[in-house]
């Protein structure tokens, strides 16, 4: 009976204990203060860019009064914002300008794959251009002209311009109009035209390269606007 008493005894001072320290422990938490959380602050929205070069086609778009996001979307379609980039033709670089048009453009030998340079020179290029369509009253439409010479050259440009005009088309209006006859230049009943200066001429490529970059560009526009919005703007 004496073992079962101090086994009871042994036990019941457990149990005591436990329940002490627990009490104890219960105290000292309250007794702490209260510890609020950090407030979370709202995290500035971040602006996705196009291009690692967005900062050089704001720099150098500016010069032609041209929106950056056209340069943009002119150096995706040539090279998918790839510096090292050579065409089967030999252009090269960022906006792929072949040899001999960069080094008129003042781009140095050897620098064609910088992308500085290669914009610099894309860019000197484009205002030539512009130069030569300035009889084309809308500079929107201008554009189109631009880069259409920009993929062919300009003289089939022209050439497609005079038989647009001979066939009844505006030949300042590049869709539905002048687009029609780049794609006619490699027909012989229009390349053996006497208007015809340049030649015979696949103009698909010319085609599909001003609508892409025109659709690219659009894109780039509602990108760029998105992200210039303030926080919690309703997009």
Known sequence: MTRNNHLIGFVATIVFLFFAGWFNYRNYLLKQPIQEEPATLPQPEVCNTISPYDHLFKQYADSIKWDWQLLAAIAYKESKFDTSVVSWAGAKGLMQLMPRTARAMGVPEGMEQNAEESIKGAVRYLTELERSFRRIPDPDERKNFILASYNAGI????????????????????????????????????????????????????????????????????????????PNHPH
């Open 155 to 230: 003289g089939h440009i022209l050439d497609a311009m005079a038989l647009a005009d001979k066939y009844g088309h505006d030949k300042y209006r590049w869709k539905d109009n002048v687009e029609k006859y780049i794609l006619l230049k490699n027909d012989s009943v229009y390349y053996t035209d006497s208007l015809c200066r340049n030649g015979r001429f696949k103009g698909k490529e010319t085609y599909v390269f001003v609508r892409e970059i025109r659709k690219q560009y659009q894109k780039y526009l509602q990108e760029t606007e998105k992200d210039s919005l303030p």
